[in-house]
């Protein structure tokens, strides 16, 4: 079976510092992990996802994730933080459906 | 932008009515999901179309029926609907079942009075 559990609900940042967004996984086979961001009113919009290959992957508006398998981990940063980066963010995992963790709303301070 | 489009943006309806929430697709994408979201939760798995099949059916009332017309369509018809289904209902594809991404339309906001 695969879950994720996303650590912390509800993070701020101040404008221009670091963004991290915990997210570990259960899963029995090799995963299939995704980062989701949804703005207000708006559909889920993938940020990026990890399949194979390399561990660092990198997405749109200037995030990242790492897959550490040892870890159990798909922790999501950026490095500065933007106002527009305001949002709700899932992390889910690929088995027999997409499984979604609870989400982190990401407030960012000006 | 995304490639999955639904329609309306916005529904209001009363308990009594017939309504339907419409969702096309032009990647070519042979799987087709139907997602309910509550403000600030997770989106949560409704109903899953296959090659224009109904392969999943979570335990969704009756008073929500599916329809895939064709590969790039899927409806879903609502009638007789109660409160607590005021929600966004998101609509989603993915290349197959297996498909290892799956993405999303902007949703379609149901208000039931």
């Known amino acids: 079976a695969q879950s994720v559990t996303q650590l912390g609900s509800h993070v701020s940042v101040s404008e221009g510092a670091l963004v991290l967004l915990r997210c570990n996984y259960s899963s029995s086979v090799p995963p299939y992990l995704f980062w989701y961001v949804q703005y207000p009113n708006q559909g889920l919009q993938l940020l990026l996802k990890y399949t194979t290959g390399a561990t660092l992957v990198k997405g749109i508006n200037g995030f990242e994730a790492e897959f550490k398998k040892s870890e159990t981990s798909f922790h999501l940063t950026k490095p500065s933080a933007h106002m527009s980066d305001a949002a709700e963010y899932f992390c889910?995992?690929?088995?027999?459906?997409?499984?979604f963790g609870t989400g982190t709303s990401l407030t960012v301070i000006p | 932008d995304t490639e999955v489009t639904q329609t309306p943006k916005h529904l209001v309806m009363g308990m009594t009515n017939k309504k339907s929430l419409k969702c096309e697709q032009h990647m070519g994408h042979r799987a087709m999901y139907w997602y309910k979201q509550k403000a600030k939760k997770p989106p949560e798995l409704m109903f899953v179309y296959s090659y224009e099949k109904l392969s999943i059916n979570e335990s969704v009332p009756s008073r929500f029926s599916p329809e895939c017309p064709n590969s790039s369509l899927l409806n879903l018809h609502l009638h007789a609907l109660q409160p607590e289904d005021s929600a966004l209902y998101l609509c989603?594809?993915?290349?197959?079942?297996?498909?290892?991404?799956?993405?999303f339309g902007e949703g379609s906001w149901l208000t039931v009075v």
């Open positions: 989603a594809s993915s290349q197959g079942e297996r498909g290892n991404t799956i993405y």
């Open positions: 889910a995992v690929r088995g027999n459906q997409f499984y």
